[in-house]
């Protein structure tokens, strides 16, 4: 079923960036879509990659922009300890090499050894719990882009002394390279297990917060990204996401 969608803004916007800001799919990608002729206005073919939409005006993707789109796949990987997500140094493994026969938990495509698979949002070699690696600049730009509303939850145990002061401070009162982070909730569940949910995902950020409040990160498990949950995914097990999967990751990006 093509894409149908009348815009309602106010002033004249860029088709490229319109679809951007829709979570349809990234600007860059908006442009190929429009050279090879997938993108209509009011029924005429757009051959123009700045041209501007105007408030009542429909925008059209056909049958085969939505396949162009849908033509990355992603994968969700529960990534044990002891593997890095992006490219590796000297010595280091990879956590693409997961994706074997003997791994996969349904019966979906196995990626081949060359195949570009980069992390939608990087996990530590110490850390573990979900990952998603991903062909499909869609789901990348609703993960991680500027603007997705996503968010991630990590199960995190800790030593040290936990008070309610510092709990305040994990919450909102620190900065981190000089910037104020964003607002995160954090919980204590029992003991030294904390719950945190944030909405971004600076370098090692989890284990930097716990830091400032003389707290150490014993273990830090993600379990959660937006509405994707890792589920009974066993350790060092992967999987495709589905579908419906998909829809909910690019719906929940935008809020």
Not at 106 to 112: F, L
Not at 174 to 201: C, H, N, S, T, W
Not at 202 to 207: A, E, F, S, T, W
Request: net charge neutral; hydrophobic share 35%.
């Amino acid at each position: 079923m093509a894409f149908i969608r009348t815009y309602d803004g106010d002033e004249p916007v860029r088709i490229n960036k319109w679809l951007g800001q829709s979570g349809v799919c990234s600007r860059r990608e908006a442009e190929a879509l429009i050279a090879k002729g997938f993108v209509t206005i009011d029924g005429e073919i757009v051959r123009d990659a700045g041209r501007k939409i105007e408030k009542g005006q429909t925008l059209t993707l056909d049958n085969d922009a939505e396949e162009a789109l849908q033509s990355g796949i992603t994968i969700i990987l529960h990534k044990p300890v002891g593997y890095v997500s992006g490219q590796p140094e000297p010595g280091k493994i990879p956590a693409v090499r997961l994706l074997s026969f003997k791994n996969r938990d349904d019966d979906g495509y196995i990626p081949r050894r060359d195949e570009s698979l980069p992390p939608i949002g990087r996990l530590d070699e110490d850390s573990r719990g979900l990952l998603l690696l991903s062909s499909d600049g869609v789901v990348a730009k609703a993960v991680i882009g500027p603007e997705s509303e996503l968010d991630k939850e990590y199960l995190v145990r800790v030593d040290g002394t936990i008070t309610q002061t510092k709990l305040n401070l994990l919450r909102q009162g620190l900065e981190l390279d000089g910037r104020k982070l964003k607002p995160a909730k954090v919980d204590l569940i029992r003991g030294q297990d904390l719950r945190f949910i944030l909405k971004e995902g600076r370098k090692r950020q989890i284990r930097r917060m716990c830091e400032m409040v003389d707290l150490d990160v014993i273990d830090l498990f993600r379990i959660r990204v937006g509405p994707l949950s890792l589920g009974s995914l066993p350790e060092g097990r992967w999987r495709h996401i589905t579908p419906a999967e998909r829809e909910a990751l690019i719906k929940g990006s935008v809020g």
